[in-house]
């Protein structure tokens, strides 16, 4: 059964209701999606972009509005990633900084990681960060 946005907004948002671990996402997910984006520009600038052509089917078939915020965030995050020098070594670090941070989060939480349940949660992430900013 497909689930919509506000089922997989609304399971997420159950392991992540300690205020510091709220705060510790919405800066941490945006950074590991720069990251990631990042990372994979290193490699190939076609295999960061299929990426986000990929994410954003999945987030169009959830919600419009929200696929269309992340398809603007997904393009300045490429575009700066190719401007940046030395963007790998960049990356890397804010990867692991971030997903450090984020399990520090979930240690206060008391609470393991929405993705340890379904990989998809891993996508949602950034939806979830939009919705904090969208009341």
């Avoid at 059964?1 to 992540?16: A, F, P, T, V």
């Avoid at 965030?73 to 997903?99: R, T």
């Amino acid at each position: 059964m497909k689930r919509d946005l506000q089922s997989w907004l609304y399971e997420y948002s159950l392991s992540h209701k300690n205020v510091v671990n709220q705060k510790i996402h919405t800066i941490c997910v945006p950074a590991i999606t720069f990251s990631i984006i990042g990372i994979l520009y290193s490699i190939s600038f076609w295999l960061a972009l299929i990426l986000i052509v990929l994410s954003l089917c999945f987030y169009f078939s959830l919600s419009f509005r929200y696929a269309r915020v992340m398809s603007v965030a997904s393009l300045i995050m490429l575009g700066v990633a190719i401007v940046i020098p030395n963007i790998l070594l960049i990356s890397i670090l804010i990867f692991i900084i971030g997903w450090a941070l984020q399990f520090y989060g979930h240690h206060l939480e008391g609470k393991k990681p929405s993705f340890l349940k379904d990989i998809q949660f891993l996508l949602i992430g950034p939806l979830w960060v939009i919705q904090k900013f969208d009341k």
